[in-house]
Structures are given as structure tokens and as C-alpha cells.
């Protein structure tokens, strides 16, 4: 079985490091590349950068923060936001990031998903997906930070993202964002039951049982968090310890 992995998550906006709750409440917690180095020190497996605001905005990827980020962490960087065009792909790669996350932009155009993993490989290209549930187990995909719904099934895009070449999707419950009551585990497991590329679970954490417990009941492979972090309630190590302590594999 392959070890699960703790990845913490950037949110940038305006070159500061925030975090809001459903997507609203916005406030700011620091700097990026600083706090990168601090999850780098605790021995993250991967740090996910994402501008929030780049696709809502119209604007390109924050290339200087991943170039600065690059030179002072060791570990794999994904770079989401503002990733257009194959070229987009290309420059963030240049920069420094081992991986992009798109997710606004696959949906407009998902002949991006084909064109990125045939010209640097599937392991560079991770679908983001943020979804809401609209019936019982039902769900719908949304675009730009999470104000557009875009009328998408879940398990239909999902299908067309393996199908296209992705190499991993990184899925976020809308409805469990920024909560702190734990992953939306039943929409996880529909997606990990459906797919057989690796899932981050995103959305929700909040107490330390919340990544044993997403790593128990469904197929993802990593779990994602930002506000546990971010005001150090807990450590990647503790995160760790903990589903070792659960007999759960981990890096």
C-alpha cells in the first residue's frame, strides 16, 4: 500500500499567505514562502500553493513567490491558480513547481488536462476540484474560488479527468471548507471509489482523528489541511505520529 501523505496548503492573496471559511471571511496569516520553509522544517511530504483569486481575477500565476519558495524548500511544490495554457504550465514549471493544479481553467477548456500530461507527463498535472453536494449523493463542480456553479456531476468530470491523463485529483468539499468538522467523507469515497488515480482529500480538517479517519474510509492518498497549520493547533510530525499510532502508513 502506498504511505499516505500530509500536505499543507497555501492560500495566496496578494502575496500574503489567508484563509477564510466556505470561501468567505478572508483573512490574512502570513508569508508564503516563510511559512512554506516552516512546514519544510516539520516535514510535510508536499506544500500546495494556491492564487486563490488569479482565475477570478483574469490574472497569471505568482511566479516570483514560487521561484523564492524553490530555492528554500525540499520538498515536491504544486502551484495552482491562473494556469491557462500550456505555456502557463510550462513557466510554472520553470519556476520551480514539481507539479500544477488546475482547476477553473479544466473546466472552460479540458483539452488543457490532454495537452499538459502529454508534453510533461501525467505526474505533473493535478486536477483541482471544488464540489458542492446538491442530492444525496450527488454533487456538483464549481469554478473560480467556488462562486460559479458550473452544473458539472462530480462523478462524470472525475471519470473525464483520468480518461484525459491526470496523474492525481486534489478534490475539495465546498460544503466542509474552513469548518474544522472534518473531511466530507462521503463524497471522497464516492470519488476514490470511481477513480484510479490518487485523491487529496481537502476541506475540513479540524482536530488530529480528522486524517486517520479520512485515510480509514476512503481510497486518498494524502490529506490536505491549511488552518490546523497555519495557527499551529498542530504539526505536520504530530499528524504523523498519530496515524502511526493507528497503524496507518505514512511517509
Known amino acids: 500500500m502506498l504511505a499516505k501523505r500530509i500536505i499543507p496548503c ?31 522544517r516539520q516535514g510535510a511530504d508536499e506544500i500546495v500553493f ?19 519558495t524553490a530555492k528554500k524548500v525540499f520538498v515536491p511544490l504544486t502551484v495552482g491558480g491562473g494556469i491557462k495554457t ?16 488546475v482547476n477553473s481553467q479544466a473546466v472552460k477548456n479540458p483539452q488543457l488536462i490532454r495537452d499538459g500530461a502529454d508534453i510533461f ?24 474560488g467556488g462562486r460559479v456553479d458550473m452544473g458539472i456531476d462530480l462523478i462524470d468530470w472525475v471519470h473525464q479527468i483520468e480518461q484525459l491523463g491526470a496523474g492525481e485529483i486534489c478534490l475539495n468539499s465546498i460544503d466542509a471548507d474552513g469548518t474544522k468538522e472534518g473531511f466530507d467523507i462521503e463524497m471522497l469515497k464516492a470519488v476514490c471509489d470511481n477513480c484510479n488515480i490518487p485523491v487529496i482529500a481537502s476541506g475540513g480538517a479540524g482536530k488530529i482523528n480528522d486524517f486517520a479517519e479520512v485515510f480509514e474510509k476512503t481510497g486518498a492518498t494524502a490529506a490536505l489541511a491549511a488552518s490546523l497549520f497555519h495557527f499551529k493547533e498542530l504539526t505536520v510530525q504530530e499528524v504523523k505520529s498519530y496515524c502511526r499510532d493507528r497503524n496507518i502508513t505514512v511517509r
Request: aromatic share 8%.
Open 10 to 40: 497555501l492560500d495566496v492573496r496578494n502575496g500574503k499567505v489567508v484563509k477564510g471559511v466556505n470561501f468567505e471571511g478572508i483573512r490574512d496569516v502570513g508569508d508564503p514562502v516563510e511559512c512554506a520553509e516552516e512546514y519544510n
Open 50 to 68: 494556491y492564487d486563490i483569486t488569479a482565475s477570478f481575477e483574469g490574472r497569471g500565476v505568482f511566479l516570483d513567490v514560487v521561484r523564492e
Open 86 to 101: 500550456v505555456d502557463d504550465i510550462r513557466e510554472t514549471l520553470r519556476a520551480g513547481a514539481d507539479k500544477v493544479s
Open 121 to 144: 507527463g501525467s505526474q505533473c498535472i493535478c486536477v483541482g476540484i471544488d464540489a458542492k453536494k446538491i442530492a444525496d449523493h450527488k454533487w456538483t463542480v464549481y469554478i473560480n
